[in-house]
């Protein structure tokens, strides 16, 4: 297990994040319900302890993060973006470490957590696999000869900033972000997780963007209609990655891959906006409320896609 983090006091951080993970926005006490029993019963993990490795950037350090003042993860630490707290912090870490779960992480100020937008994950996983599998914290390695039986990744909000459809069947390298590619890039990871079969490869949708102040002359161009926005295409392209039937795994058979939706849960799934936005409502960083809302719903989730590698 990791020794960045101490997990004494996760009893004190399950309190914190009970009425927490129940605040939502004002129409939305259906969901507040769920999420408080999610909560209660977020406890019930594997059998035996599982390795899992988080690939993220400041939206998920932040949800990994305990709730509370700002602390790790600076600039320069050699660990940024990796929280032991912060204000936005949805406690994800003590609850999975609570649910059987050794947790790693990797971001910023690592070679393998450097890059993690779209186009990166293709050239990422075919390159540096075994390095990612035996990854323990940044760039330290495990000592002992085991592998990271989870992997799960992510990209942050810029990669909701898509600039038209483009055209099939896209790049998946490529700098501009269009639906073609980035559906392009989430294809091409296929081949590599299929070829580890023994590995739960956990894919989060980016979290979407708080909405934009817009002036009149912009108000009256969307009520006219101008076309889909960046935000349309964001919808779309979050609702293939997510769509088993139609989308990204409609045709893989494997059961270790899978997609958290994290854009869904932060949207309420009404719109194409953050509901849980920060600085005032301009800051696409989810908050406390949303990420404490995430994180009850990812505990279940991984719980049940571990079972279903069983």
């Not at 186009?119 to 390159?127: D, T």
């Amino acid at each position: 297990m990791s020794n960045w983090f101490k997990t004494s006091g996760t009893a004190a951080v399950l309190a914190l994040l009970l009425p927490l993970a129940a605040c939502g926005t004002a129409d939305d006490n259906g969901g507040d319900v769920a999420m408080q029993e999610t909560a209660r019963t977020s406890s019930a993990g594997p059998e035996t302890p599982r390795r899992l490795l988080f690939i993220h950037h400041s939206c998920g350090g932040q949800l990994m993060a305990d709730p509370g003042e700002r602390a790790g993860g600076a600039p320069g630490s050699g660990r940024r973006c990796i929280y032991d707290s912060h204000p936005n912090g949805g406690g994800l870490r003590a609850l999975l470490t609570a649910g059987g779960y050794d947790v790693s992480e990797l971001s910023y100020e690592s070679v393998l957590g450097a890059d993690t937008d779209i186009r990166h994950w293709r050239r990422k996983f075919a390159e540096h696999m075994d390095a990612i599998l035996a990854t323990d914290h940044q760039d330290r390695r495990y000592g002992d000869g085991t592998i990271n039986g989870i992997v799960a990744f992510k990209s942050c909000y810029p990669n909701n900033d898509f600039t038209g459809p483009g055209v099939e069947p896209g790049d998946p390298d490529a700098e501009e972000l269009t639906v073609a590619n980035a559906k392009a890039a989430y294809r091409a990871l296929l081949p590599h997780f299929r070829a580890r079969p023994d590995v739960l490869f956990v894919a989060f949708t980016a979290p979407p963007r708080a909405e934009p102040r817009r002036d009149l002359k912009d108000r009256l161009k969307g009520a006219f209609g101008s076309g889909p926005t960046p935000a349309d295409h964001a919808r779309e392209f979050n609702t293939w990655l997510t769509d088993r039937e139609n989308g990204w795994l409609s045709a893989y058979a494997l059961p270790n891959v899978v997609v958290f939706d994290y854009y869904d849960i932060l949207t309420g799934g009404r719109g194409n906006w953050s509901a849980y936005p920060t600085g005032g409502g301009q800051d696409s960083h989810p908050s406390r409320q949303g990420n404490a809302k995430a994180a009850a719903a990812f505990v279940p989730f991984i719980n049940a896609a571990v079972a279903g590698m069983n």
